[in-house]
């Protein structure tokens, strides 16, 4: 927005992306935006503070506005007013908006039907000719369904948009566009495109781009949803483009791999269907090393069919990224070696600055690059590798070198081959191997006979799909960081070192165990200790088996805020041993759910005594006919795709039983 209003100017040492960003860090650094989380997890969004708003929107009123649908807030709205946003259902008021000659910027929330909206819009198109952003919304996702009740939302954009000649940046979130205005290629100004719609497409249209959208040269970045980009023909014209996040190579001209070779300002790259190139000539017309600002680079094959394995190491032998790469994702490639740029410390250590590697479904490859050697990595993905045996293979001689030195997140999925992290020969000195790891997972690996010591840093451990029959936290660090665990679709295991290690582990609160049918044990704990001496804080706990509750030290704990009880196809009924562990000074839980018990019939009738449960969530659990009696704190009930005995007699229109949950302010049963 602010380099397509022209507040931000180029520079020879940075994009003007980059200069925007440092400016914006600058103002939440003077706390001119707060960072707001958003959901679970989910994100962050930033708000300009409340005093700050309304102080700028007095200062500015000459040039920033807000048109709503009401008639007699447009008349006061300045005349010379550069930045309106719009939010109406009634057309006339959008026709109002071409009286302001000097508008650079539009922000529309329309609730209105097509035509009317269509026909408003070309007036504007008209009228309007100063505008350098234009952003067109439907309305938000809660009020979409009750828009398309009523009227149809808008499919096509007027072919007069291309009166708009100063227009910069094109933002759309419109539901069901059938295609761009083909006058949107005369716009040769246009630096940003983004199409977003509010929900996912369920189909590629064709032609919705504008033939000769390449036309172009000044767009810097185009988002288009289902792979839109690699329609696009000739896209080598557009040499200011940032990012192309996916490129689908054919054998057809304006297509072919040669495009790229003059887009020097790619930041981010995406090559599909490597398969159809030629040969290594073809390749080398690409030039990656000569894009000094590319970061991000994705290669993918498109299938695992059989190939010609020498053509595909010749291939990636050619694609020499630049020294500037931070981020390499390698997909469906069927060499059996890697490629010559990254197979030895000397080649490898040109790209240095390597922060994430992902490689995925690479089937031929024997022997890993040397990763380990790259001083700022910090994310490594090996995904569906089944022959490599080994993480480190001998690279050159020296078994003192510090492995791995700022990993901080190792992801292994479907290694089958792995037997161990280290060929024989090759070690890493002690406390040297993953010094920075906070997160390991592991799955599918049968043949790897232990974990590595784990790592003085390390906050998260998950293994699937692990031979087993025990493991061990072998560290040198006390006590051990973790604070995550889990060991989940593990048969052959037995027993977990879990009770042996409290004392170390301290800070462990969240423990997930699902589908290890043998397990017996959770380590060795004196009873002594049990009572008088439990310092393991666990306050989550996800299970697929309620006997975990009956081991120690899960017996004895005191802390668990949350218990989530999931896929058991087995569990019919609760044993006594458990319906009493709910009995016994569970004052701390908070948080309950059942989730996919396909065979249970009946809850713990010990519910009642939870005094501190405040959420208690029951889904996919058919066979569940009623409910215990509740406790009285209870403040949230959630069921979803239990039995319709249990529906009804609850529900809220004159159940039978609905005075039983009467006292609980939120109730969703569906």
Not at 286 to 300: E, F
């Amino acid at each position: 927005m602010w380099i397509a209003l022209g507040f931000i100017q180029p520079s020879q040492a940075m994009t003007m992306e980059d200069i925007g960003g440092r400016y914006f860090d600058v103002l939440v650094k003077k706390a001119l935006f707060d960072k707001v989380a958003y959901g679970y997890k989910v994100g962050y969004y930033y708000k300009m503070h409340d005093l700050i708003h309304e102080s700028a929107s007095k200062f500015f009123a000459q040039e920033c506005g807000t048109l709503v649908d009401d008639v007699v807030s447009s008349l006061k709205i300045s005349e010379t007013i550069r930045h309106l946003s719009v939010q109406i259902t009634n057309p006339d008021i959008i026709k109002i908006i071409g009286q302001f000659k000097y508008l650079h910027s539009l922000i529309l929330f329309y609730k209105t039907s097509n035509q009317d909206l269509c026909n408003a819009l070309i007036e504007v198109f008209k009228a309007t000719r100063s505008l350098r952003l234009l952003y067109l919304s439907a309305p938000s996702w809660e009020n979409m369904r009750l828009l398309y009740e009523s009227a149809p939302c808008l499919k096509m954009i007027s072919e007069e948009i291309g009166n708009l000649l100063h227009l910069r940046c094109l933002k759309i979130t419109l539901q069901d566009l059938i295609k761009l205005p083909r006058s949107l290629s005369n716009l040769y100004h246009l630096q940003y495109i983004n199409y977003d719609p509010p929900t996912m497409l369920s189909q590629i249209i064709v032609d919705f781009l504008p033939n000769d959208i390449n036309n172009l040269s000044n767009l810097r970045c185009v988002k288009f949803p289902m792979n839109y980009n690699s329609s696009i023909c000739g896209v080598g014209k557009l040499k200011s483009l940032q990012q192309l996040s996916m490129f689908d190579l054919r054998n057809v001209s304006g297509y072919r791999i040669g495009e790229l070779e003059n887009m020097n300002d790619l930041c981010k790259l995406g090559i599909n269907c490597l398969e159809n190139v030629k040969d290594a000539e073809e390749v080398c017309s690409a030039k990656l090393y000569a894009k000094r600002r590319l970061i991000d680079l994705t290669l993918c094959w498109s299938n695992t069919d059989s190939r010609n394995i020498d053509l595909d190491e010749n291939v990636l032998d050619n694609l020499h990224p630049p020294k500037c790469l931070r981020n390499l994702r390698i997909e469906r490639y069927m060499g059996a070696r890697s490629a010559i740029w990254m197979n030895n410390v000397n080649m490898l250590s040109n790209l240095k600055k390597m922060e994430k590697i992902d490689l995925m479904d690479c089937l031929e490859c024997e022997t890993l690059p040397p990763f380990g050697q790259l001083p700022f990595l910090k994310s490594l993905l090996l995904c569906n590798m089944p022959k490599v045996k080994w993480l480190e293979s001998k690279f050159n001689g020296n078994d003192k070198y510090r492995s791995f030195p700022l990993l901080e997140k190792l992801d292994i999925w479907g290694l089958k081959a792995l037997e161990d992290w280290f060929e024989a020969g090759v070690a890493a000195e002690d406390g040297c191997l993953f010094p920075c790891l906070i997160q390991l997972f592991l799955r599918d690996c049968p043949k790897l006979k232990e974990l590595p010591s784990l790592p003085s840093k390390l906050k998260r451990l998950e293994i699937h799909e692990i031979g087993w029959t025990t493991f061990n936290f072998c560290s040198n660090s006390n006590p051990i960081p973790l604070e995550s665990l889990g060991v989940l679709h593990c048969p052959n295991i037995t027993s977990l070192p879990l009770a042996d290690e409290i004392a170390r582990l301290a800070a462990l609160r969240y423990l997930k165990i699902i589908n290890c049918p043998n397990l017996i044990s959770i380590g060795r704990y004196p009873q002594v200790e049990t009572t008088n001496n439990c310092h393991l804080m666990l306050s989550d706990l996800l299970t697929s088996d309620p006997s975990v509750l009956l081991m120690e030290p899960l017996r004895s704990i005191a802390s668990l805020k949350e218990l989530n009880i999931w896929n058991n196809d087995e569990l019919v009924s609760f044993p006594n041993e458990a319906e009493q562990w709910f009995l016994n000074g569970r004052s701390s839980l908070s948080e309950l759910r059942f989730f996919n018990l396909k065979s249970l019939e009946s809850l713990p009738s010990s519910f009642e005594s939870l005094s501190s449960l405040q959420k208690l969530s029951i889904g996919r659990v058919p066979m569940l006919r009623e409910l215990p009696n509740l406790p009285p704190n209870l403040q949230h009930l959630s069921i979803s795709g239990c039995h319709p005995e249990l529906k009804e007699p609850y529900g809220k229109d004159g159940g039978s039983d609905r005075h039983k949950i009467a006292h609980i302010p939120n109730i969703h049963i569906r």
